[in-house]
């Protein structure tokens, strides 16, 4: 599975971005992919994760409320909206899937194929 990650650039506070993951390869093995972001000096964050099947999907309490992941009707791109974005926002974000069910799916440590990522840098 490759993943690869479009969208990112700069924004202004409260501005709107959709970020997109496309996969190629195998992505009918993909049961989850996630979504993660990492500021520089700071550890990878997770921001939220859906499932391939179903509609299911979860969020970091810090962009609750702000933030929407979707897929197209092949589910083979999966989009991260995120509105009203802040400074706090800004970093590199990488989409990764996995493979295996898993109960922890905010932990990054249980995806296995990972994006290049993209920046969102975002001014105030």
């Known amino acids: 599975v490759q993943l690869t990650e479009s969208g990112g650039g700069l924004a202004q506070a409260g501005d709107s971005l959709r970020l997109s993951c496309k996969g190629s390869g195998d992505t009918h093995a993909i049961y989850a992919t996630g979504w993660f972001r990492q500021a520089p000096g700071r550890e990878r964050e997770f921001v939220g994760w859906?499932?391939?099947?179903?509609?299911?999907?979860d969020y970091a309490d810090s962009v609750k409320g702000r933030v929407t992941i979707s897929k197209s009707a092949s589910k083979d791109i999966v989009y991260l909206q995120m509105n009203d974005l802040k400074p706090e926002d800004t970093a590199v974000y990488y989409c990764?899937?996995?493979?295996?069910?898993?109960?922890?799916?905010?932990?990054?440590?249980?995806?296995?194929?990972w994006g290049q990522g993209t920046q969102v840098t975002v001014s105030s």
């Open positions: 990764a899937a996995t493979g295996a069910p898993s109960s922890l799916l905010r932990n990054w440590q249980q995806y296995h194929y």
């Open positions: 859906i499932l391939r099947n179903g509609g299911i999907s």
